[in-house]
């Protein structure tokens, strides 16, 4: 099979060759992952979420510059926005629009407790009316060439009453001109434990076949990502926790959407040089001297394609400098030799969908 079995994706205006795009993370999806993303294939990414007032009060400064950064080569990005008040969110959804960013994306699906405390994120799949207030005022605050797409999850709960609510809140974004949603298989109450429920997804694409879903959730690698296009008839996916340190992913499901094998892992030359070029970026736009501080995290699952990830690991934890993480680079990366893929047998599985042969 060649590559033109691989289907677009069309989210409003915008076409992506691949159906797997960069989701937005808190704390990880900054420029320089989502720079590095692109550059390995990633045909679309998602800025972590910002909160509407935070936005409308951003200054043109150094240290908080990178917030709103979007260069030639990010096209198409997209920025995502969470909040509570409906009032707030036209005036910071124009203000990314205006930094450069493609699409405005909007988050109903957070569970962190601050979030949820605040009435922001997943709470608003409670309160379908303030929820579509939101995206109607975001639609219309935008240019219509600039998509707006929205984050959420199946429900509050799993509930007969949280169902309800998010097939009105579907039904009324897809009324008000929402051009993609993502829907997220696990419920809010869930957080991040337990299987994401790939049913409901299903379940999604059967009532609204003839508009844009993307799925999220147990997308730990490729083949997890590939497994739910097929499965479940979403027309894409958002590969989240599983690009964190493998920017590879991308790559690697184009490869497998084309009916190819897996490619080898990345040796790790390769490994290093991806390493170092994610350092660079984070150095450019983090305060002088702390790179080290996002980008140790980053080491962490980086180290999982090493074949003594634990022990670079250890070391990655150890690093209290810009100078002891690139001292962790050379000590581990130095000599080159094939890569492995990560194991990791503990993770959990997603849940069988109507149809699928176990």
């Known amino acids: 099979m060649g590559q033109s079995m691989i289907s677009p994706l069309q989210i409003g205006s915008v076409t992506l060759r691949l159906p797997v795009v960069q989701a937005a993370l808190s704390g990880y999806s900054d420029w320089p992952m989502r720079s590095i993303a692109k550059q390995l294939g990633a045909p679309y990414t998602i800025c972590e979420v910002m909160l509407e007032h935070f936005v409308t009060s951003l200054r043109d400064r150094v240290r908080t510059r990178r917030f709103l950064m979007v260069t030639d080569d990010d096209h198409p990005a997209g920025a995502q ?167 590879w992913i991308f790559e690697q499901c184009r490869e497998l959407l084309a009916g190819r094998p897996l490619p080898p892992p990345p040796t790790v030359h390769e490994q290093r040089d991806v390493m170092l070029q994610h350092f660079d970026f984070t150095d450019q736009v983090y305060a002088t001297g702390r790179a080290y501080c996002q980008m140790r995290k980053f080491g962490l699952r980086y180290a999982d394609w090493h074949h003594d990830g634990g022990r670079v690991r250890t070391d990655f934890l150890k690093a209290g400098s810009n100078a002891d993480w690139l001292a962790v680079v050379d000590k581990w990366y130095r000599t080159d030799q094939t890569g492995k893929y990560p194991e990791d047998p503990g993770r959990p599985k997603p849940p069988a969908v109507a149809g699928r042969a176990e």
């Open 81 to 247: 926005l969470m909040g509570a008040d409906p009032v707030e969110f036209p005036a910071a959804a124009r203000r990314l629009v205006e930094a450069g960013f493609d699409v405005i994306d909007i988050n109903f699906g957070c569970p962190v407790k601050k979030a949820m405390g605040r009435c922001r994120g997943g709470f608003h799949l409670g309160q379908p009316a303030v929820a579509m207030e939101i995206v109607r005022r975001v639609r219309d605050a935008v240019p219509v060439h600039i998509p707006v797409t929205l984050k959420m999850r199946r429900g509050l709960n799993d509930s007969d009453a949280s169902r309800e609510n998010v097939f009105e809140i579907l039904e009324g974004a897809f009324s008000c001109g929402v051009a993609a949603v993502t829907v997220h298989g696990r419920t809010v109450e869930q957080g991040y434990d337990g299987p994401s429920n790939w049913t409901f997804l299903k379940e999604v694409c059967s009532e609204w076949p003839d508009r844009t879903i993307l799925g999220s959730g147990d997308l730990f690698c490729a083949e997890d990502c590939v497994h739910m296009i097929h499965e479940t008839g979403v027309h894409g996916v958002t590969a989240a926790r599983g690009a964190i340190g493998n920017p």
